[in-house]
């Protein structure tokens, strides 16, 4: 079963205007950690935002915010007043047993491809 | 300060081969992944080293793969007997200790022709 579900191959949306890229996940752990990577296509991944399950509040980063509604298990990127430079891959990502010091690996999604109109 | 680097950026073989790719990390990270990205996929878990230590390889899908870190820093990723479908792009990560954030480098393109 896959952990992770980004259901939108592609997304376009308006120059300034906000758009929200979707993610669900599955995971038994309680503990655990959700990231969003941001993929030019120069290919390299750029780490965005992060989230632990036991964060109350939702994180943000500059333009980005992370909706975290746990009960349904989905992490919800939000960027605000989109940029050219906002057009890229992106990847919804989690780590379990985060409050036990795992460092282990990333399980990502299949990822959305944003494009920003002008 | 440096990042994560990979090289070859590019690597074109042909089947039946043995390549190497290198992963020098960001100094003082312990933490190291392997992971590999198909066209229109996201990464997928290869393997992962804390120290000199391969932590986990559960990923590695045969054992044709191999990795080592022998020195705790550099890593280097082995395929033998190179398939067709090992054509990819193999991403290095790093992290340091206690830190949750995962740094990438620009990753190798295999092919394998």
């Known amino acids: 079963a896959q952990k992770i579900t980004q259901t939108q191959p592609g997304m376009f949306v308006q120059e300034k205007e906000a758009v929200t890229l979707d993610c669900t996940y599955d995971t038994s752990d309680q503990s655990y950690g959700l990231f969003w990577y941001k993929q030019p296509s120069s290919g390299e991944m750029i780490f965005l935002i992060y989230q632990g399950s036991y964060d109350e509040q939702n994180a943000t980063e500059g333009r980005y915010s992370l909706n975290f509604q746990k009960a349904r298990k989905s992490a919800n990127l939000v960027i605000s007043a989109s940029q050219l430079g906002d057009s890229a891959m992106y990847f919804c990502a989690m780590r379990e047993g985060i409050s036990r010091g795992s460092q282990g690996n990333l399980i990502f999604g299949k990822g959305t491809k944003l494009s920003v109109k002008p | 300060g440096a990042g994560v680097s990979q090289t070859p950026s590019n690597k074109v073989t042909e089947k039946g081969k043995y390549v190497e790719l290198r992963c020098d990390p960001i100094?003082?990270?312990?933490?190291l992944y392997w992971y590999r990205q198909s066209l229109g996929q996201g990464p997928e878990f290869l393997i992962y080293f804390q120290g000199t230590g391969a932590a986990d390889d559960s990923g590695l899908p045969n054992d044709r793969f191999f990795a080592v870190r022998p020195e705790g820093s550099v890593s280097t990723l082995k395929i033998q007997r190179t398939e067709r479908g090992d054509s990819a792009v193999y991403l290095c990560?790093?992290?340091?200790?206690?830190?949750?954030?995962?740094?990438f480098g620009p990753g190798t393109r295999l092919t394998v022709l």
């Open positions: 990560a790093t992290s340091s200790g206690g830190a949750n954030e995962q740094f």
């Open positions: 100094s003082g990270h312990t933490a």
